[in-house]
């Protein structure tokens, strides 16, 4: 048995040393530091070099042959150093393989001019460094790969700098002293680390001039998978896209040292990881979107996010210990989605002087929440779904600069101070323009009984107004305040109920004017009024934290000037007098405008002067001739008529960029359309017999051609349809100046006018095409049938 087992250990011994004896094929001549190969008598599909010791190469070159070997592979080998240039003879080689071999150093530039190469493989291999630029200058390599068991003691900057590749991939890799600019400047398709551990460290730029630093580099996809990375920059990475999975980090921070390159990351998203800490300037100042999924966060430092410009910032079913305070600041962002999330803490004033356009939090839980998170910030939508928020600072809604709407739904809503999670009533700050409040438990105010009793009252003036309140409870309410009296508010011919930052009012006398002093003074920011029989509207205060105004059954509003910070102004059964407003008139910026079921009976030469308004819709209401000085300086983005009528179009359309009108009377021709960003008109009717009396457009002689005006008027004329009267002089020219003769065939040069008009006796198909700015040409079909001319436009 003994002497067995001294057969198999030198058996063994002896397969050990002939392993480690030196090859080198007959076709090649290796010295210390070069390595030549020719292969003029037969082609090879497999060249060997194995087991040469320690090893400094300088230069390896095949050459002579017709067909380069499938694959070199240098194996079992020390190798001291690859040389620059060591490998430029080599091309059109489908595998370049280091196996189970050690190299001390892949100096700069050793793979320079390789190319045509299938894969470069290390595979078991230990590599010392990798210089900067190591594997620069390669075109058209297909894969190179650091896979198995490859440890590396440190990469330099920029390795694979000016190289086309189409994947470089490290797998099951210890990477120690990364560079974290270590795969700047080349092209790729992907880039992936799988199974690593990478340490990362900062930068030593060094300032290189070339061509290649106005040339475009980028890598469409990286991914880091299933790996463990100390400190990690994305910015500094290269990617437009990067996905981040199964990764533990011990913190995001920057790492460059001096100047960096600019980030060229567009996405970023992490699944299944853990990131200790976010520090600050860890994303660039730029991208589309970063989303965190079922991801553990320790902590999100100061600037972490600051500065950021982004699409869409989103946490799905992840944990976050700590937001700290500004770790959003000076943070532009369109969307930022937290769906499902378990927050420990947001700190005070985490998002301060960020512009969000919204901020949805959705099913999630946060333990404690902070004092004036918004300080000094605009949010366009603020948005708590099924949220439960164990502390809030009584404060914590305070201090924003702007925000648009507030919604929370069916949340509960904690705090040991006893006060709801509202922005304050107060002068220092405006209230959302729109509320929604549906669902939803509060700790109430003890001694406000007013706000307890908005809050759990449904609102007033139904589905039209922007506040919304209803099926909401205190889970601390009294019942003293379920019935204690709320004294009323009595001024100026009105009776207010004043609850929280809203009054609710109606006429006492026959006239009775807005006091916007007093409902300044009482901060109130939304305002409602209705059966009244006149109505004064004539703000003269110097401030006014009026909001919202509706308006609703009133038989008289005389309008001289609206206040300044109003945003909504909405009037339902209603008739308006819009008088002369003071010179100059105030610049208001409404939001929404509306008429609903309402007439204006008079529209002064600078009603709506110097006005900017979001949306103008006229809902089967009545809008008279609006002189043109009555919009001078007047902008509106989107005006929308529904089954309204309208005496005139051109002031209008002249000062808006989008038009929807359906099912509408116009009572004269449609003018200035060409003004117009895009349109859609649909079953809209034109009386064409009606002019202005402004000398703008009408059609009266069309109207007479076709049989329906009487033919012997000469001074005026009166027509029930028109419900109006209209002089002769005013009906003589179509658009355009063209004057109606025998002949039913016209021409308009301008081409912002009808370019032709075509008239048939008893029906009259007209083909207008004009042109605008944006949209391009518009074709207008339109269809008399009398006096009426009904059309279809859509751009």
């Known amino acids: 048995m003994k002497m067995l087992h001294a057969v198999l250990i030198f058996l063994a011994q002896t397969v050990a040393q002939a392993k480690g004896v030196a090859s080198c094929p007959e076709q090649c001549i290796c010295y210390e530091q070069s390595i030549a190969c020719s292969c003029e008598e037969k082609n090879l599909d497999e060249l060997i070099i194995s087991s040469l010791g320690h090893t400094f190469i300088s230069s390896l070159t095949i050459h002579s042959c017709d067909k380069s070997p499938k694959q070199f592979v240098i194996e079992e080998t020390t190798i001291r150093k690859l040389a620059p240039m060591a490998l430029s003879g080599l091309s059109h080689v489908e595998h370049i393989w280091f196996r189970e071999a050690d190299v001390d ?68 890799v210890e990477a120690r002293n990364v560079d974290d600019n270590f795969i700047d400047k080349i092209n790729a398709d992907d880039f992936r680390i799988r199974k690593s551990t990478f340490l990362f460290v900062a930068r030593n730029d060094i300032a290189v001039l070339g061509d290649e630093e106005i040339k475009p580099f980028n890598i469409s996809r990286c991914e880091i998978s299933n790996s463990n990375i100390n400190a990690f920059s994305p910015k500094s990475f290269p990617c437009l896209a990067l996905g981040v999975i199964s990764t533990n980090f011990s913190r995001l921070e920057p790492l460059e040292n001096g100047s960096s390159n600019p980030a060229k990351l567009k996405s970023l998203w992490f699944v299944n990881c853990t990131i200790d800490v976010i520090k600050d300037d860890v994303f660039g100042r730029k991208l589309d979107r970063i989303e965190f999924n079922r991801t553990k966060i320790g902590q999100i430092q100061f600037g972490a996010f600051g500065d950021l410009e982004a699409d869409k910032i989103a946490l799905h079913e992840s944990r976050v210990q700590q937001i700290c305070s500004k770790s959003f600041s000076k943070s532009t962002l369109r969307f930022l989605l937290l769906d499902d999330i378990i927050v420990d803490e947001i700190e005070s004033t985490s998002i301060s002087n960020a512009k969000i356009g919204t901020l949805f939090i959705k099913s999630s839980t946060i333990l404690s929440l902070g004092a004036q998170i918004f300080e000094n910030s605009t949010i366009g939508t603020l948005k708590l779904d099924k949220t439960r928020i164990r502390e809030h600072h009584r404060e914590a809604m305070n201090s924003y600069s702007k925000m648009e709407t507030l919604w929370i739904s069916e949340s509960e809503l904690r705090s040991q101070s006893s006060t709801p999670l509202l922005p304050s009533a107060s002068r220092s700050q405006p209230l959302p323009l729109n509320l929604v409040l549906t669902n939803n438990t509060f700790d109430c105010a003890i001694p406000d009984c007013g706000t307890n009793v908005y809050l759990t009252k449904n609102s007033l003036g139904g589905r039209e107004t922007a506040w919304q309140v209803a099926d909401n409870r205190c889970r601390n309410f009294r019942e003293a305040c379920r019935t204690a009296p709320v004294s009323p508010f009595v001024e100026h011919g009105l009776e207010c109920r004043l609850t929280w930052a809203l009054a609710d009012c109606r006429c006492l006398e026959p006239k009775a004017t807005l006091p916007f002093k007093e409902f300044h003074t009482l901060n109130i920011s939304v305002l409602t009024i209705g059966d009244c029989d006149q109505l004064e509207v004539a703000d003269t205060a110097s401030e006014s934290s009026l909001m919202a105004l509706y308006v609703f059954r009133t038989g008289r509003i005389d309008i001289q000037e609206l206040p300044e910070s109003l945003q909504t102004a909405k009037f339902f059964h209603s008739r308006l007098l819009l008088h002369d407003r003071p010179e100059p008139p105030s610049r208001v910026e409404l939001t929404n405008l509306t008429l609903l079921h309402s007439s204006v009976s008079k529209i002064g030469k600078n009603a709506f002067a110097r006005m900017k308004i979001g949306e103008f819709f006229i809902h089967n209401s009545i809008v008279p001739i609006v002189p043109i000085s009555a919009t001078r300086g007047t902008k509106i983005d989107r005006l929308t008529v529904l089954r309204g009528k309208l005496g005139s179009t051109k002031a209008l359309f002249d000062v808006s960029r989008h038009l929807v009108m359906h099912e509408s009377l116009v009572f004269t021709t449609i003018d200035s359309l060409a003004s117009i960003e895009s349109a859609q008109m649909q079953n809209n009717t034109v009386l064409c017999c009606c002019g202005d009396g402004s000398g703008l457009s009408s059609n009266l002689k069309i109207a007479r051609r076709l049989g329906s005006c009487p033919s012997n008027l000469e001074d005026g004329w009166h027509d029930v349809r028109c419900e109006t009267e209209f002089r002769l002089e005013d009906c003589d020219k179509l658009p355009g100046g063209v004057e109606l003769e025998d002949d039913y065939e016209y021409d308009y040069e301008d081409s912002e006018e009808p370019s032709e008009i075509r008239l048939v006796r008893r029906g009259v198909k007209l083909a207008m095409t004009s042109y605008n700015k944006d949209a391009g040409p518009i074709t207008v079909s339109l269809l008399f049938v009398g006096a009426i001319m009904s059309f279809n436009l859509r751009v």
């Open 105 to 172: 150093v892949i100096a700069t530039e050793a793979f320079n001019y390789v190319a045509h190469v299938a894969y470069i493989y290390f595979y078991r291999s230990r590599i010392g460094r990798i210089e900067r630029r190591a594997f620069s200058g390669m075109t058209r390599v297909s894969h190179v790969f650091f896979k198995e068991k490859v440890s590396i003691g440190a990469i330099e900057g920029e390795a694979f700098a000016t190289s086309s590749v189409d994947d470089v991939e490290f797998e099951k």
